[in-house]
């Protein structure tokens, strides 16, 4: 891959999406769910702030966000490698099309449980849905368009985040919340209409497995995926760059709190915190795009780029913590989310390059479950320092903000010890880098 090429000058995402006729369906169908998701987040914090007006409850929520994915991911990821992963997609799609649904029951404090539920059956889908749809990728793209799929599907995500949160607080608050809940429950139907439309080879190459209990269960090819993360610890530490993202995760909460308590906007909760949500947006799709202009696709620079993304995250959230207006705040979460969509594009892009097809679903999965599970507990300690203890918002941004750095120096001391092996050591795979081979180590 050339770091410089003319494909940045003529574009590459447009040609992208009208030659690959499976991406760009692919594409279609994640913009539409992912819109739906973002109007529908908005309108649950802001139900649960209006319901309990409570930070607990909105950490709850969070945690039910992300916990299943935790505790499914193990098994999602052995799914994902035996099974047809376009027809799972469908099914996870239109399972969460009708859970939901489901919200729309809810009306009181009492009834705030069934948020709850629906929303951790609708995640635990998503543990499924996730991982076969970045394990898809390196397999409907071509090597070089590899990078580009993936800040693309990053650009979308986050276009959808700033799209849906800015104007999902805007729908919520003038529409009413159930209008946000159905729109979402339709994004879901129309996104496995997409994906249905798609033709590919979907079905994980064979893989011969022993035979008895274990192998049924999925506990063998469990152990396998485990003794393949073992050998490789560079595969290892790629997969927890974003947990050391999670790591100070609590900061999604404090986006809910710093847009309904300190800098409050006329018309309810939902407006504020859609503003700091669609900063989150904005800079969350400008990292990926803008550091493959400026510093090409070549998988060395992707990973010397991850420390100091880090170092930018925490830099801007500390910022955060003496921002004097709402203006100068959601430019704070900007310039973050720019760093945090660096680490989550480039870790992804490395290991769709590296990790061999026949266990992707796992590695995606385990990486997604370690995410979650450190995001959980971080937003669980911050609504606990919130309401329990009493800290200010501005308080705990400074502290997750000097957190982000433990991770970043870590990922530096990582990066000093990171060895390659020659060019004939590594295994086959889709997609190899051209300026070097990623099947290196740390040692």
Same mark, same amino acid.
């Given at each position: 891959?050339?770091s410089?090429?003319?494909?940045?000058?003529?574009?590459?995402?447009?040609p992208l999406?009208?030659?690959n006729r499976?991406?760009r369906?692919?594409?279609?169908g994640?913009?539409?769910?992912?819109l739906?998701?973002w109007?529908?987040s908005v309108?649950?914090?802001a139900?649960?702030?209006?319901?309990?007006?409570?930070?607990?409850?909105? #950490?709850?929520?969070?945690?039910?966000q992300?916990?299943?994915?935790?505790?499914?991911?193990?098994l999602?990821?052995?799914v994902?490698?035996?099974v047809?992963?376009?027809r799972?997609?469908?099914?996870?799609?239109?399972?969460?099309g009708f859970?939901?649904l489901?919200?729309l029951?809810v009306r009181t404090?009492?009834?705030?449980?069934?948020?709850y539920?629906?929303?951790?059956?609708?995640?635990?889908?998503?543990a499924f849905?996730e991982?076969?749809?970045t394990?898809?990728?390196?397999?409907?793209?071509?090597?070089?368009?590899?990078?580009?799929?993936n800040a693309?599907?990053?650009?979308?995500?986050s276009a959808?985040?700033?799209?849906?949160?800015?104007?999902g607080?805007?729908?919520t608050?003038?529409?009413?919340?159930?209008?946000?809940?159905?729109?979402?429950?339709?994004s879901f139907?129309?996104s496995?209409?997409?994906?249905?439309?798609?033709?590919?080879?979907?079905?994980? #190459?064979?893989?011969?497995r022993?035979?008895?209990?274990?192998?049924?269960?999925?506990?063998?090819?469990l152990?396998?995926?485990?003794?393949?993360?073992?050998?490789?610890?560079?595969?290892? #530490?790629l997969?927890?760059?974003?947990?050391?993202?999670?790591l100070a995760?609590?900061?999604?909460?404090?986006?809910?709190?710093f847009?309904?308590r300190v800098?409050?906007?006329?018309?309810g909760?939902?407006?504020?915190i859609?503003?700091?949500?669609?900063?989150r947006g904005?800079?969350?799709?400008?990292?990926?795009?803008?550091?493959r202009?400026?510093?090409?696709q070549?998988?060395?620079?992707l990973r010397?780029?991850i420390?100091p993304?880090f170092?930018?995250?925490?830099?801007?959230?500390?910022a955060?913590a003496?921002?004097p207006?709402?203006?100068?705040?959601?430019?704070?979460?900007?310039?973050a989310?720019?760093?945090g969509?660096?680490?989550?594009?480039?870790s992804?892009v490395?290991?769709?390059?590296e990790v061999p097809?026949?266990?992707?679903g796992?590695?995606?999965?385990?990486e997604?479950?370690?995410v979650?599970?450190?995001?959980?507990?971080?937003?669980?300690?911050?609504?606990y320092?919130?309401d329990?203890?009493?800290?200010?918002?501005?308080t705990?941004?400074?502290?997750?903000?000097?957190?982000?750095?433990?991770p970043?120096?870590?990922w530096?001391?990582?990066?000093s010890?990171w060895?390659?092996r020659?060019?004939?050591?590594?295994?086959?795979r889709?997609?190899?880098?051209?300026?070097?081979?990623?099947?290196?180590?740390i040692?």
């Open positions: 891959m050339g410089r090429s003319t494909a940045h000058h003529e574009g590459v995402y447009l999406l009208r030659r499976n991406f369906l692919l594409f279609i994640q913009a539409i769910s992912q739906g998701d109007f529908n309108a649950v914090y139900l649960l702030l209006d319901l309990t007006g409570s930070a607990t409850a909105v #950490a709850w929520m969070m945690i039910v992300f916990l299943p994915i935790a505790i499914v991911g193990p999602a990821g052995v994902v490698d035996r047809n992963r376009r799972l997609m469908i099914i996870a799609d239109v399972v969460r859970l939901i489901g919200l029951l404090a009492d009834q705030v449980w069934i948020a539920g629906v929303m951790a059956l609708t995640v635990a889908a998503s849905f991982p076969a749809r394990a898809t990728i390196p397999n409907i793209t071509s090597e070089e368009e590899l990078l580009p799929a693309l599907a990053s650009a979308t995500w959808m985040l700033a799209v849906g949160a800015s104007v607080g805007v729908v608050a003038v529409a009413g919340r159930d209008v946000a809940f159905t729109i979402n429950a339709a139907f129309w496995a209409i997409f994906i249905v439309c798609t033709r590919y080879d979907a079905t994980p #190459a064979f893989t011969p022993p035979a008895g209990i274990l192998a049924l269960t999925g506990i063998a090819d152990v396998e995926g485990i003794r393949y993360v073992r050998r490789n610890a560079h595969v290892a #530490a997969m927890c760059v974003k947990a050391g993202w999670g995760g609590g900061v999604l909460l404090l986006l809910t709190i847009g309904q800098f409050p906007v006329p018309g909760a939902a407006a504020g859609g503003v700091l949500y669609g900063a904005v800079g969350a799709g400008l990292g990926p795009i803008a550091l202009w400026i510093l090409g070549q998988p060395r620079v010397r780029t420390g993304a170092f930018i995250v925490g830099i801007f959230y500390v955060l003496g921002a207006a709402l203006w100068i705040a959601a430019l704070c979460v900007l310039c989310h720019f760093g969509s660096i680490l989550w594009v480039f992804t490395l290991l769709q390059l097809d026949r266990f992707r796992r590695v995606f999965a385990a997604l479950a370690m979650t599970l450190v995001t959980s507990v971080s937003s669980y300690w911050t609504a320092e919130l329990q203890i009493g800290r200010s918002p501005r705990l941004a400074f502290v997750l903000g000097v957190l982000f750095c433990g970043g120096v870590l530096l001391i990582i990066q010890r060895h390659e020659p060019m004939e050591a590594a295994p086959s889709m997609a190899q880098p051209d300026d070097e081979v990623l099947e290196g180590r040692g």
